[in-house]
């Protein structure tokens, strides 16, 4: 089994920073992409950035330029720095990873929501 556990988020003014972490465990042969998710209340789960294995990244628009992905291997985590926040960025954030649990064993793992609430 492989569980993530996402730490960070709360609450923040316009303007301001947070930085999340999402730790993977467990029976890990290796992981390939990792993400960063959103939902905000009425809307659908978006996809906010990602990251391969390799470190190439991708991201949506609307937090191009003021987001970052990145990821630590040693350490199986990956992290979103969120600088300028928005009062439109405000969600549960969700991290997802594909992980290999045996060289021929992948699976789609989600860590729990963490709410980014930022206020104007």
């Known amino acids: 089994q492989v569980q993530l556990v996402v730490s960070g988020g709360g609450l923040v003014q316009a303007g301001g920073s947070l930085r999340l972490s999402c730790a993977a465990s467990g029976s890990i042969f290796s992981i390939n992409d990792m993400g960063w998710h959103r939902q905000a209340p009425g809307k659908q789960r978006e996809l906010v950035a990602a990251?391969?294995?390799?470190?190439?990244?991708n991201y949506t628009d609307s937090v191009k330029g003021r987001f970052t992905i990145s990821r630590d291997n040693a350490k199986n985590t990956v992290y979103l720095q969120m600088n300028s926040l928005k009062p439109e960025d405000t969600a549960v954030y969700y991290c997802?990873?594909?992980?290999?649990?045996?060289?021929?064993?992948?699976?789609?793992?989600w860590g729990q929501g963490t709410q980014v609430t930022v206020s104007s």
């Open positions: 990251i391969t294995s390799g470190g190439s990244t």
């Open positions: 997802n990873a594909v992980v290999l649990s045996t060289r021929f064993k992948s699976g789609d793992y």
